[in-house]
């Protein structure tokens, strides 16, 4: 396998946006990540998008080559892929990419994810997003995300007696760092107060536990490592790229509060990047909700099961602190456009590994790691990065 | 890149299915696959699932994580993707297993295709489908796919004066075949007067001019070459796999009733496999409506544009002729279940050239080829497989 390397990035600001369609938010990121890159678009010899569901959000399917023709691509007639897996959708996209280059078929591959999750009610959203659940011996019976997170959530804190301050702490801190974010949905900081009285949404999650319903959408483009120079001089080489399954029940488990798939992604990556946990400088973890930051922590193997929380009070995770996670501000405050996330996260790894962050920039930055979950667990794609 | 060759292969009935759930199917046809490899599940590496709409017609997204699961796969945690263009997104499916062992990635990968539609109304399926064209431009307006390739049809028949007796012997070759595959949805001949005189659905296409609305499955395992023999005596190398993009709107087109897409990719698959169209002894082309195999044959490059008529009245592409098309029973008479059809395109060729293809066995078959088509072709994966 050839060696891979990104070598441009873009995206969209992330919110309610209005006035942007769902197409048109995919091409900004793209058109972004191909000036980033310092590409004519012709260069460009096949794309993926991640996206999760088009379908029940815009009614529109077949989004490789909706995105690939308004992007000015069909010309070529380059080939172009939709991948999903619920809110890991973006990251597969990024793999497929990865894969791509590595196997020598193509050179300049771009990879986006896009969603466009506020042009229908609330109910058809929430509904559509109990699509990443079982509908047979989940959804079927009435269960959403923010129930079935809950429950993880409670089971946690039977085992391992996490504070609500603590839970608190991972949405307070993803906020600062949000605030430092220019594309993040909540650019504002907020208090453990703010997020110990929010509305009780499924005890014991809080609206503040929660990430929003979110449009955006992010690309990245990669290359084979020895050809990188000719684009960019921050080449951002790719470590790793693993990706695991679990069963789609959460009720299958083996323990519903440690995500199966995240131990065997996270342990794949570091084998495969040749690395051990001490190794990694900040790491982008999928916190849909709270408690899914601290059991990616656990779980990807930065502490043991039950130390994530006293951590985070410690402020270990955060911009400052010996392992900063989520300094994008991660779903909770950057948002969740669920198909453009995993890609996202990329984006902010290769922000900071140019030392291009800005206000929220990890100093001395060398390699990141991203962690994409779909579902409750069923899906989690992840990578490892490094400064060349 | 590596070889690679298809080891195994496994179909479930295309048809309405109304006792075999949307997971069953899809696990059925895998299960049929590997027996068929004759390995344990236990030796897959990765898996990659083609669907077009489960989010619109069994309200179902993270389609990889769910057929894995239960498939027993996920208790190894392989990885599982769901690929997605419309009516090619099991030739997708297909096209990324090809990569992943080409890359070296993983050496033995399953690609499955599933589509359940009879379990909503006909007009939710009708408006699911549309979601394969232009939601905004083509679908908003009322357009539905048979009067798309109603359009195509007219077009083509202006330019090139095609008669309705050539137009419906598509259909009848077709129906002949499926009488002679177990798998079929449609096991019966018709004639010429039968489609002639079936009611019609957008002039100048009637009902026997279009694919049904099915239920099935389908699945096929991948691996390096050079191990293939480990699993099976009859191994079936892939000579070339490619797909290209067009506009995903009719009305873009530079000609409606060329696919330039299958011009780009079918070019592209020759001089990957380094064989002329004369090499060819049988190809499997997407029949979703009679005209689109009319199309397929000539922009395929197996004769000029305007010829396929007169060439399909000759029997030129009978199952006895020159180049047996769909000698499967196409979509037309084998069935149309739009995520599992690419897949079935690759069974067929693979039972073809191993000699197993009973009834309608095409007698020394060699070298066989497919080509899928998403949406009016702004999707086609083509690829080409040879005897070993």
Redesign the interface.
């Known amino acids: 396998?050839r060696d891979v390397a990104v070598i441009g990035i873009g995206l969209t600001n992330f919110g309610e946006m209005w006035d942007t369609?769902f197409?048109e938010l995919c091409v900004e990121a793209g058109v972004k990540a191909i000036e980033d890159a310092g590409l004519d678009g012709e260069q460009i010899d096949e794309?993926f998008v991640g996206n999760?569901?088009?379908?029940?959000f815009?009614?529109?399917?077949?989004?490789?080559?909706?995105i690939?023709?308004y992007a000015g691509?069909?010309t070529n007639?380059?080939?172009?892929?939709?991948?999903?897996?619920?809110c890991a959708s973006g990251g597969?996209a990024f793999?497929?990419a990865v894969?791509?280059v590595?196997?020598?078929?193509q050179d300049v591959v771009i990879a986006a994810g896009v969603e466009k999750m506020t042009d229908v009610s609330g109910g058809e959203t929430t509904?559509?997003l109990a699509?990443?659940?079982?509908?047979?011996w989940e959804?079927i019976y009435g269960v959403t995300f923010p129930s079935l997170y809950a429950m993880m959530a409670r089971d946690y804190i039977h085992k391992y007696g996490l504070t609500r301050e603590q839970l608190a702490q991972v949405a307070v801190k993803n906020h600062f760092n949000g605030a430092r974010n220019p594309i993040a949905q909540f650019r504002k900081e907020i208090t453990l107060d703010v997020v110990k009285n929010s509305t009780l949404v499924a005890d014991p999650l809080r609206l503040m536990d929660c990430s929003p319903v979110s449009d955006g959408a992010s690309a990245v483009i990669v290359c084979p490592l020895e050809r990188a120079h000719e684009f960019t001089d921050t080449p951002v080489k790719v470590l790793a790229s693993?990706?695991?399954?679990?069963?789609?029940?959460l009720h299958?488990r083996r323990d519903i509060s440690t995500i199966?798939?995240t131990i065997?992604?996270g342990n794949r990556a570091f084998k495969m990047a040749g690395l051990e946990r001490k190794d990694i400088d900040l790491v982008e973890v999928h916190d849909c909700f709270t408690i899914a930051e601290i059991c990616a922590i656990e779980d990807l193997g930065f502490c043991k099961k039950g130390e994530a929380g006293k951590l985070t009070e410690e402020g270990y995770t955060a911009l400052d602190g010996k392992l900063p996670v989520n300094t994008s501000g991660g779903l909770k405050a950057c948002g969740h456009p669920v198909g453009a996330t995993g890609i996202k996260q990329v984006c902010e790894i290769v922000q900071q590994l140019r030392g291009d962050a800005g206000k929220r920039q990890v100093n001395g930055a060398e390699i990141g790691m991203t962690q994409n979950v779909?579902?409750t667990g069923?899906?989690v794609v992840t990578h490892i990065f490094g400064r060349t």
Chains 1, 2 share one sequence.
Do not use: F
């Open positions: 396998m369609s197409r794309m999760m569901s088009g379908g029940r815009v009614l529109q399917e077949h989004i490789g080559a909706l690939a023709d691509l069909a007639h380059i080939p172009s892929t939709r991948t999903e897996a619920a597969l793999r497929q894969t791509c590595a196997s020598g078929m509904d559509a699509g990443a659940a079982d509908r047979e959804g693993t990706q695991a399954t679990d069963t789609i029940s299958d199966d798939a065997a992604a779909g579902g069923a899906t």
